[in-house]
T-cell receptor
Framework: GAVVSQHPSWVICKSGTSVKIECRSL??????MFWYRQFPKQSLMLMAT?????????EQGVEKDKFLINHASLTLSTLTVTSAHPEDSSFYIC?????????????FGSGTQLSVL | QKEVEQNSGPLSVPEGAIASLNCTYS??????FFWYRQYSGKSPELIMF????GDKEDGRFTAQLNKASQYVSLLIRDSQPSDSATYLC???????????FGSGTRLQVQP
């Protein structure tokens, strides 16, 4: 399967700081990447769809000014949590689809556990 | 009604038994169905996908799809303790490029 690399794996930060999470497709090109968030014992909730070279599409209820997404190349998307607060503590997971595959399979990064103190 | 529904469990089965995991979905236009396995603190791992009605087998795993009933299931034969995890059903819904996930079923395989 395709490999998606996500960094960092975990981060602890103080309230009010910003945190950047990187997501890279290592062996394929991804025009679209998806950012999910997962709270404990809950399912994955889509936050936004990251599109290479254009603005991200955010799901209802997700603040675009708080969760900044940049998809500057076919292999890299970043999510920046700005002015993080304790309620932003969650497991953030990126995923991508191989643009040359004819199917809908999503491959996931290893996730980032964010803890905001 | 949730778009993708799963029983949260836990589903407890003895080692060597067949584990049966179920999922229903609301969008009749859905075409692709996936089962992911997620260990605690880890990201989901794709284990099965199915696009057509009927059964699809891969090793110890069998996915079953019934579009008329809007139902997809996952059977795990000869369950092992290492199969203990949360199993997420995911569906592509019309007009969305991302997958929609169910809340997951926690499976416990007892040694």
């Amino acid at each position: 399967g395709a490999v998606v690399s996500q960094h960092p794996s975990w981060v602890i930060c103080k309230s009010g700081t910003s945190v950047k999470i990187e997501c890279r497709s290592l062996d394929f090109q991804a025009t679209t990447m998806f950012w999910y968030r997962q709270f404990p014992k809950q399912s994955l909730m889509l936050m936004a769809t990251s599109n290479e070279g254009s603005k991200a599409t955010y799901e209802q209820g997700v603040e675009k000014d708080k969760f900044l997404i940049n998809h500057a190349s076919l292999t890299l998307s970043t999510l920046t949590v700005t002015s993080a607060h304790p309620e932003d503590s969650s497991f953030y997971i990126c995923s991508a689809r191989d643009r040359y595959r004819g199917d809908e399979k999503l491959f996931f990064g290893s996730g980032t556990q964010l803890s905001v103190l | 009604q949730k778009e993708v529904e799963q029983n949260s469990g836990p589903l407890s089965v003895p080692e060597g038994a067949i584990a049966s995991l179920n999922c229903t979905y609301s969008d009749r236009g859905s075409q692709s169905f996936f089962w992911y396995r997620q260990y605690s603190g880890k990201s989901p791992e794709l284990i099965m996908f199915i696009y057509s009605n009927g059964d699809k087998e891969d090793g110890r795993f069998t996915a079953q799809l019934n579009k008329a009933s809007q139902y997809v299931s996952l059977l795990i034969r000869d369950s092992q303790p290492s199969d203990s995890a949360t199993y997420l059903c995911a569906v592509n819904t019309a007009g969305r490029r991302a997958l929609t996930f169910g809340s997951g079923t926690r499976l416990q395989v007892q040694p």
